[in-house]
């Protein structure tokens, strides 16, 4: 029995393959079909929709989300990094999270000057 592990993982395969068709097909067997207009609309809290939801999105709220997401994973990567070093605060330690933040702020300051986070 030289292919027992691969026997093994082919029968797992061949059987959740075989699964998911069975749901599949009998979930389109079954379900009640409805083709109401009101059943495919964006539902707003209530509110009649109007116009289209796929309209173009502003770049100012791409800036913002980005701005956003580098300063939480700094300060994700920052708390941690500075209770592993509590005991031991020395300047070895703390050069690279200074040099890191002078970097930070250099980068707000210059999306600040250029406009980006402002709303127009």
């Known amino acids: 029995m030289q292919f027992g592990g691969y026997l093994i993982i082919g029968v797992t395969l061949v059987l959740t393959l075989v699964g998911i068709y069975l749901m599949l097909y009998l979930e389109n067997k079954f379900s009640a079909k409805h083709?109401?207009?009101?059943?495919?609309d964006t539902y707003e809290c209530g509110e009649v929709t109007i116009g289209d939801a796929k309209g173009p999105i502003h770049?100012?709220?791409?800036?913002?989300?980005?701005m956003f997401v580098i300063f939480d994973v700094a300060?994700?990567?920052i708390i941690p990094w500075a209770f592993s070093f509590r005991g031991n605060a020395t300047w070895n330690f703390a050069l690279p999270v200074l040099i890191f933040f002078g970097i930070m702020l250099v980068a707000l300051y210059y999306a600040i000057?250029?406009?980006?986070?402002?709303?127009?």
């Open 59 to 66: 770049v100012q709220y791409y800036f913002v989300v980005l």
């Open 113 to 120: 000057r250029e406009g980006y986070l402002e709303w127009r």
């Open 35 to 40: 083709d109401e207009k009101w059943k495919n």
């Open 75 to 77: 300060t994700a990567l």
